[in-house]
């Protein structure tokens, strides 16, 4: 078994499971939260993101295979799935990719199903295509608001660490969102992204 | 180079003198007279303003006397221009303004949440951090990219600080609350199921308000404990997650609320696990005050002119990544 990150909700190893190449997670105990706070946040997490990982490879997503959960030393074994983090691409190709990103949430929304930590660090671009990750934080939903703070989230992170591309990934975003969810939800959701920047603190009120 | 800062954002007015040689700086004074609204109450903006007026002239002699030196040595006047509130931004303003016309002075306007965050570079060594930036106006984390301050995660409504004030103000404790919860918290170790809202690497502490308020009848002590366990925890988590995403070796703390030993103490075991090393802006700097302020004019005067007298502007909703940032 060999490490392969330190995340900050989990441990990542590279290892076998019944001769599967697979990626295991751990969601480690953290000694700085309060016990009862630390397992109700890791066991819920656990169980959480191997039903969404399952469930959304039926609308067509791909997704890595759970091969296995343990939700008392909170483990999951996934399927290794070889490629590159689209955080670590070329500026150019990430701009590209993004119309693809667009389309895995809008399809995720159109199902009732918010991500709750996008960010380019969450995406393999692998020979199966794009492959999106870790859904501890995802929930059911069927409120714009929800749908748009997962928007929100992801102009965030390009705001934050690929600040040089913004505009245009941004752009490429929307475009293959709307492909997926139409032009009027679409709007709805974009317009809800600004009333919750809007409630930023120190934002500019219009 | 010398500077004199004033800040007057919220509820301490301060003048500072601060003075630069390279790119190392030397507080020779800094002097603050708080504004303590009565025991269960928060700032009412009119009165603060009013504390600042009545005492600003006498901060400024004693912050003068100490560092000993004369208005006429100063090199650069700054001012806290925002975020803030409007009536206290606008009396160190016009103190600054006056000092500056009369004796022919550069005045630049300042960012207050900048003023923490270099301040608390400078002071603690820091090269390149993610900074985590916790205060009654601000809960933030940041990192430097291309002239900015980026912002990796932030509360989606109300601050760190605010949340403990209102709690503190809700069961009639002076403001600032935060040390009295401290306080309350070491007292207990039963931990009460409170809401647990990360989103991404933004936190929601709305419903942990509402929440807390609705167990404080079971136990001031357990519901000051589990507050700022769940509230500690949640912005610990945020954290954990921009320092492993932007993948940064140090973490800078900021801000009236990195004064809290449990958040220190949560923050510092984040950062063993990453390798990473920990700073804290040290407590008598880590509130509000004027060295923060004095020290972003020595900086910008280092790349820029003052500006026009008839520019010096104040802003109370003014965002701390909309600054572009020189030096």
Redesign the interface.
């Known amino acids: 078994m060999k490490l392969v990150k330190?995340?900050?909700?989990a441990d990542i190893y590279v290892t076998i499971w019944n001769g599967l190449d697979s990626i295991l997670k751990i969601r480690k105990k953290?000694?700085?939260?309060?016990h009862?706070?630390d397992m109700?946040?890791r066991t819920l997490r656990t169980i959480r993101e191997a039903k969404m990982i399952s469930e959304t490879k039926s609308f067509g997503i791909t997704t890595p295979l759970v091969y296995f959960v343990d939700e008392k030393k909170c483990e999951i074994y996934l399927q290794l799935i070889k490629g590159k983090l689209v955080?670590d691409l070329p500026l150019n190709k990430i701009i590209k990719i993004c119309t693809e990103i667009g389309k895995i949430v809008g399809t995720l929304h159109k199902n009732g199903i918010m991500h709750?930590?996008?960010?380019t660090?969450n995406f393999i671009l692998s020979d199966q295509g794009l492959v999106i990750l870790d859904f501890g934080?995802s929930q059911k939903t069927d409120k714009i608001d929800d749908y748009a703070?997962d928007l929100r989230?992801f102009k965030?992170?390009l705001?934050?660490?690929h600040?040089?591309i913004v505009e245009d990934a941004w752009v490429f975003f929307v475009l293959g969102y709307r492909k997926i969810l139409g032009n009027m939800l679409t709007e709805k959701v974009l317009s809800h992204v600004s009333v919750?920047e809007k409630?930023?603190?120190?934002?500019?009120?219009v | 180079m010398l500077s004199l800062g004033i800040e007057s954002t919220a509820h301490t007015f301060s003048c500072a003198v601060v003075e630069k040689k390279g790119r190392q700086g030397k507080i020779l004074s800094d002097v603050r007279k708080i504004y303590r609204p009565p025991e269960g109450e928060g700032i009412h903006p009119r009165e603060a303003s009013r504390h600042h007026a009545e005492n600003s002239s006498q901060v400024l002699s004693e912050c003068l006397k100490e560092a000993h030196v004369t208005i006429s040595d100063l090199d650069v006047i700054s001012y806290a221009a925002g975020p803030g509130l409007g009536p206290c931004l606008r009396i160190g303003a016009v103190v600054a303004r006056s000092l500056s016309s009369y004796y022919d002075i550069p005045i630049y306007p300042v960012n207050h949440a900048l003023g923490h965050i270099e301040l608390g570079k400078m002071l603690t060594g820091a090269k390149d951090p993610l900074v985590l930036l916790v205060s009654g106006g601000h809960t933030m984390i940041l990192a430097f990219l291309s002239k900015k301050w980026r912002v990796f995660g932030e509360t989606l409504d109300i601050t760190l600080g605010q949340l403990l004030d209102q709690i503190g103000r809700y069961s009639g404790f002076a403001s600032p609350c935060g040390p009295r919860i401290e306080e309350l918290a070491l007292k207990s170790t039963e931990y009460v199921s409170l809401p647990y809202v990360v989103k991404g690497n933004d936190v929601s502490f709305s419903g942990l308000l509402s929440a807390t308020k609705r167990v404080i009848p079971k136990g001031i002590e357990s519901a000051c404990f589990s507050l700022q366990e769940t509230a500690f925890s949640m912005i610990g988590e945020a954290t954990e997650r921009a320092l492993s995403f932007t993948g940064k070796k140090e973490l800078l703390v900021v801000g009236g609320v990195a004064a809290n030993r449990r958040l220190s103490s949560i923050l510092s075991s984040i950062c063993a696990r990453h390798n990473c090393k920990f700073f804290a802006a040290p407590k008598e700097y880590a509130g509000d005050c004027g060295s923060q302020i004095s020290w972003i004019g020595l900086l910008e005067s280092s790349k820029k002119p003052g500006i026009d007298l008839k520019d010096t502007f104040v802003k109370q909703s003014w965002r701390l990544d909309t600054v572009e940032v020189l030096y």
């Open positions: 330190k995340g900050a909700e953290k000694d700085y939260r309060v009862s706070l109700r946040i955080r709750g930590d996008l960010t660090s934080l703070i989230l965030e992170v705001n934050s660490a600040a040089q919750i409630r930023g603190r120190y934002a500019n009120v």
